[in-house]
Nanobody, 125 residues
């Protein structure tokens, strides 16, 4: 069974850096980060395959956010720099169980079968 647990969220001032973590267990094909701002849908941020061979990002935040994976400990990271108030959201770790022909097109929440509980990030002005 796949289990995901996010951590590292909190309240930070605009312009700061923040690193989120996701402890994963179980077999997965790909891991991803999503976020959901108040009153908004759940938006894709970035994803990486279990072996780190394929990485892809949403266009909106690719210049400020970096996804990485600690293969030895099965931990997924999201490094955020120059955070902005509009980054305020609940950040979720997600996992896709199965392979696909075009992985980089899988940016919908429906493309991922397993989810963590989320970690709150609040960016103040």
């Amino acid at each position: 069974q796949v289990r995901l647990a996010e951590s590292g969220g909190g309240s930070v001032p605009a312009g700061d850096s923040l690193r989120l973590s996701c402890q994963a267990s179980g077999r997965t094909y790909a891991l991803a980060w999503f976020r959901q701002a108040p009153g908004k849908g759940r938006d894709f941020i970035a994803a990486v395959t279990w072996n780190g061979e394929v990485t892809y990002y949403a266009e909106s935040e690719k210049d400020r956010f970096t996804i990485a994976r600690d293969a030895n400990n099965n931990i997924l990271y999201l490094q955020m720099i120059n955070v902005k108030p509009e980054d305020t959201a609940v950040y979720f770790c997600a996992a896709r169980r199965y392979d696909g022909f075009d992985l980089k097109t899988m940016t919908s929440a429906d493309d991922f079968q397993y989810w963590g509980q989320g970690t709150q990030v609040t960016v103040s002005t």
